[in-house]
């Protein structure tokens, strides 16, 4: 094999085909619909239709997907038990992980053909966003809450968290970030489940192998990675002058930089729009300027742009959502984008098995032991 078949980190590989996503050729389209549009014109329960049937939903599928939702929403007893004996300084992101993979036992779906799979992907959807809300509960000292009928599924996970009907504002921007995170083609964690597709497991064992690559920050960690940066500052000065020193070595500045995107993530645009508005009404403006201070040399300097991450971290901390949330929310919505990924992947399989160089000792005899 040729050296330069290698490409570390598989940059610039094409790893496979997929009529889901496109995101490198100057936009972003979900199914061949721009992600701008969607965020205007559509909710993540019309998002993540989209992503897992490749239309969007009239009025009739829609309500049968809410339904749907809905219907799966009420977690097990066994469930709840499980989240009281799960230590409280246990991440979030690991209580995820874990109570993912329990359910699974107490899966009510059945089957393995595409229809079975869309509709595992919705009971999981329904799954992960009252787990994330109940544990949140009991670290609260709150017993779970069921949920609460009519709410759209960003509603229904602040509702199940806080125990009030969310404002119009909190619901609206939290389905705009679900929806911006559904899909995003071949990222690492989206490859993670494909690869664990192409072995012909189980759908509930790709959506907890793309829980563990998700939670990395340089990954869906960096939302929650970014606001503990933007976190220490009290003031855009003390910004400014850590961004000069962090840019002096060679750290990575978290929620900034892409793969793919050299030119800025389309998604970061979109919600730092939002952002904007949400900081405005909340009187919140120094925060928009700790921001700027370390979004401008990044960008004025080093010509790396933000990423989704960066103006969610800061959304979610205005919204008062707790830290350990960020990346969980980002689950609540990428599960459908990796479930689509994985339907598509099962109905056209080649199990994934590249090849590696070999850098290791040359062939060599194994000494008897005792004169090792
Ligand atoms: C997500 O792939 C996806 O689509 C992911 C995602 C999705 O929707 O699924 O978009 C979600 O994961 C967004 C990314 C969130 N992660 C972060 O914000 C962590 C910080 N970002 C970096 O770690 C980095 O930018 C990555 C991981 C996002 C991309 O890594 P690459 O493509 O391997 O880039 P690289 O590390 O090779 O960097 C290229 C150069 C380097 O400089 P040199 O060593 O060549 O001189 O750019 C520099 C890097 O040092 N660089 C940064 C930087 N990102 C790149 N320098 C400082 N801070 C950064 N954030």
Redesign the pocket.
């Known amino acids: 094999m040729t050296e330069e078949a290698y490409s570390?980190?598989l940059?610039g590989v094409i790893a496979g085909e997929t009529a889901i996503a496109c995101?490198d050729q100057g936009k972003l389209l979900y199914r061949g619909y721009p992600i701008a549009d969607l965020a205007e014109n559509a909710t993540f329960e019309e998002s993540a239709y989209l992503l897992l049937h490749g239309e969007l939903p009239n009025q009739l599928q829609l309500k049968g997907f809410k339904d749907t939702l809905d219907r799966y929403r009420p977690l097990r007893g066994e469930l709840i038990d499980a989240l009281r004996k799960i230590p409280a300084p246990v991440p979030m992101m690991d209580v995820l992980r874990s109570m993912v993979s329990y359910a699974g036992h107490f899966d009510p779906t059945n089957g393995t053909d595409s229809d079975d799979l869309r509709e595992r992907a919705t009971w999981l959807t329904a799954q992960i966003a009252g787990i994330i809300a109940a544990r949140f509960r009991l670290l609260n000292g709150k017993e779970p809450l069921d949920a609460k009928p009519g709410l759209s599924h960003a509603g229904q996970i602040l509702y199940q968290a806080h125990g009030t009907a969310p404002d119009d504002l909190s619901a609206k921007l939290v389905d705009l970030t679900l929806i911006l995170?559904a899909?995003?083609?071949?990222?690492?964690?989206?490859f993670a489940a494909r690869v664990i597709c192409s072995t012909m497991s189980d759908l509930t064992s790709a959506i907890v192998g793309g829980i563990g690559a998700?939670k990395g920050?340089?990954?869906?960690?960096?939302?929650e990675?970014?606001m503990e940066m933007l976190q220490q500052f009290k003031s855009a000065d003390e910004a400014r002058l850590w961004i000069r020193e962090?840019?002096a070595g060679?750290?990575?500045?978290?929620?900034?930089?892409?793969?793919?995107?050299k030119n800025g993530?389309h998604?970061a645009t979109i919600l730092e729009r939002e952002l904007r508005k949400l900081a405005a009404q909340k009187g919140q403006g120094e925060w928009m300027d700790i921001y700027d201070a370390i979004k401008d040399p990044?960008v004025n300097e080093?010509k790396?742009y933000p990423?989704?991450?960066?103006p969610c971290g800061l959304t979610y901390y205005l919204l008062d959502l707790p830290l350990d949330l960020y990346t969980p929310l980002?689950v609540a919505s990428?599960v459908t984008?990796w479930s689509a990924h994985f339907i598509e992947q099962a109905a056209n399989n080649r199990i994934y098995r590249p090849l590696s160089i070999y850098t290791g000792p040359a062939e060599r005899a194994v000494p008897p032991i005792g004169s090792r």
């Not at 920050?217 to 939302?223: D, F, I, K, Y």
């Not at 060679?250 to 995107?261: A, D």
Request: glycine content about 14%.
């Open positions: 570390p980190g940059a995101v995170y899909e995003h083609d071949f990222n690492a964690s989206t998700l920050p340089l990954h869906g960690g960096a939302n990675a970014a962090a840019l060679k750290g990575k500045i978290m929620g900034f930089g892409h793969r793919v995107y993530d998604r990044m080093k790396i990423n989704v991450d960066y980002f990428r984008g």
